[in-house]
């Protein structure tokens, strides 16, 4: 198979640790160097916790795995300073098509509206991230130590603090961090280890990926068909990745033998079905699965914390594998900066799992929904999505139900303890626990972006009303008062607009950019209550 990306090889070498047999206490310990894993150490260190990587592997994903990034996790990466490569590499897209045999049935806009700094998606192969990630750790220096082929082989927790054995090819030493976060994927080493529950369903039904390397003038859209004339009774998805490649996919049934179903001379004819007897291309990569709907029951076991894949799984219909595992880190790592600095309780960690569980029963209900739409396991469910996209085609009431795959948004924490609920009447989305909309502003005379302005700190965001102070002090937690029409302008009116503003109206942000309250008026002291609470005070 033809392969258009070089994989790179990350150097091993035996750490001083290991070398001296003495052990050393790190703040933060984190297993497995994927997105996950990665950016998770990224976080960390944006905010001035040494930590350091575990990966038993010495280069990145192989093949293009994981492919469509969303909004959230791209405003995170841009946060945390690897965004904007991703974006000029990745196809940036934001409709989607969903066909019944040849026939259009139904079409949607990801991001109608205008004004936002990051697009609602982008394909980019798995690889390509990883490489920019890995990169970017490399400019924090010694607060990221990325350690390659070291395998993590035992984990026993002591109580204040997690004791963990590591192979690496000059043997086996041991570590010792307070917390240990796994981000070592759907078959997490360290769950087995600690016996944590994996619960769900997995589906019987089984998905080729083949990332195709060809010109093609199919626009930068993702296409869903249903019933094919090139693949009858089945579906197919198809999208664009940089370089040229295509993924595809093609639903097989629970029969297929996976390793026939990947051999070159069984894939080809499918695509050539699909692409014509005459288009050229080359396969990059084969790949066949099952996917499975599970997740821990708490993602909390005392000081050894879950997250991405080790904690929860879904179905790739709606790309919410990388994309809810990123947000999980944003969840996770100002919590941990501020029980690590002693200005929260460890019952702030409690909330990641509070929180986060909620999100990921979320993303499995609606990831169990599109796999039932698409993979109808009998006879009435098959007629009933046939009627749906029967109807689609000339009634609105239908399209709404048509599910290939409902694409990754992020969860609001309605329910969360951290949340202050509201006093007063609002007519906006931006409702407690839900995560900030970006907008442009001008700031120092140029022009800015909301997120960028409130960065990874508590802010109270104050419509109009100067309220005469620049800054709060919590219990020794700094909060930032940013007031629009001072310190920012409301280039376009999105503010206002998209957070329901008049003159006086406060918002309380979270370091994560989620909402944790608002009012009519500033409030210093409803303002305190309201991050003692989001702090588990």
Not at 12 to 36: C, F, L, M, N, T
Not at 98 to 107: A, G, I, K, N, T
Not at 461 to 479: A, F, I, K, N
């Amino acid at each position: 198979m033809l392969s258009t990306y070089e994989y790179p090889e990350f150097p091993y070498r035996q750490s001083e640790d290991q070398k001296s047999g003495k052990v050393v206490r790190r703040p933060v310990i984190v297993a497995g160097g994927g997105p996950i894993g990665l950016t998770m150490a990224l976080d960390c260190a944006h905010k001035g916790i040494p930590v350091v990587v575990l990966d038993d592997n010495n280069t990145v994903s192989v093949g293009s795995r994981a492919v469509c990034y969303a909004k959230r996790p791209l405003e995170i990466w841009d946060r945390l300073g690897c965004a904007a490569e991703m974006v000029d590499k990745g196809i940036v897209w934001q409709v989607g098509k969903v066909f019944r045999e040849e026939d259009l049935v139904y079409q949607f806009d990801l991001l109608p509206e205008e004004d936002h700094k990051l697009p609602a998606f982008i394909n980019l192969q798995q690889y390509y991230l990883e490489e920019y990630l890995v990169r970017r750790a490399a400019d924090h220096g010694d607060l990221i130590d990325l350690r390659w082929k070291h395998k993590v082989i035992s984990v026993h927790d002591q109580g204040d603090h997690v004791s963990v054995q590591v192979e690496t090819p000059d043997g086996v030493f041991e570590m010792e961090c307070d917390w240990l976060i796994a981000c070592d994927g759907a078959n997490s080493d360290v769950r087995k280890m600690l016996k944590g529950a994996f619960r769900g369903q997995f589906f019987q039904d089984r998905f080729l990926i083949a990332d195709v390397v060809m010109k093609a003038d199919f626009p930068t859209e993702r296409w869903f068909w249903f019933d094919p004339p090139f693949h009858p009774r089945q579906s197919v998805l198809l999208h664009k990745q940089a370089d040229d490649v295509w993924r595809i996919d093609f639903q097989l049934g629970w029969d297929a033998d996976p390793e026939e179903e990947k051999k070159p001379e069984n894939v080809i004819p499918r695509l050539k079905a699909m692409l014509g007897e005459d288009t050229a291309f080359e396969l990059e990569w084969v790949s066949v699965y099952q996917f499975a709907c599970r997740r821990m029951d708490t993602f909390r076991y005392s000081r050894v914390l879950f997250a991405g894949d080790s904690a929860h799984q879904v179905s790739p219909f709606g790309a919410r594998g990388a994309n809810t595992g990123v947000q999980d880190v944003d969840n996770l790592a100002w919590k941990l900066k501020l029980v690590l600095d002693g200005k929260a309780p460890e019952a702030l960690i409690d909330s990641y799992s509070e929180e986060r569980v909620f999100a990921a029963d979320d993303n499995l209900l609606n990831s169990t929904r599109s796999t039932d739409f698409i993979t109808p396991k009998s006879e009435a469910s098959r007629a009933f999505r046939n009627a749906v996209l029967e109807l689609s085609h000339d009634f609105d009431f239908a399209r709404p139900l048509v599910n290939s795959g409902r694409l990754s948004t992020p969860t609001p924490y309605v329910n969360s303890s951290l949340n202050t609920p509201d006093e007063e009447p609002f007519h906006s989305a931006m409702a407690p626990g839900t995560n900030c909309a970006d907008a442009p502003i001008g700031r120092d005379g140029e022009d800015g972006w909301l997120l960028n302005a409130l960065g990874d700190r508590f802010v109270v965001l104050v419509q109009g009303e100067d309220p005469g102070v620049e800054s709060l002090d919590v219990g020794g937690v700094p909060v930032a008062v940013l007031v629009v029409g001072k310190d920012i302008d409301d280039a376009h009116g999105r503010i206002e607009a998209r957070y329901d503003m008049r003159p006086g109206t406060t918002y309380l942000i979270r370091p994560d950019q989620y909402v944790a309250a608002r009012w009519r008026a500033f409030d210093a002291e409803k303002i305190t209550a309201a991050v003692n609470r989001a702090l588990c005070r």
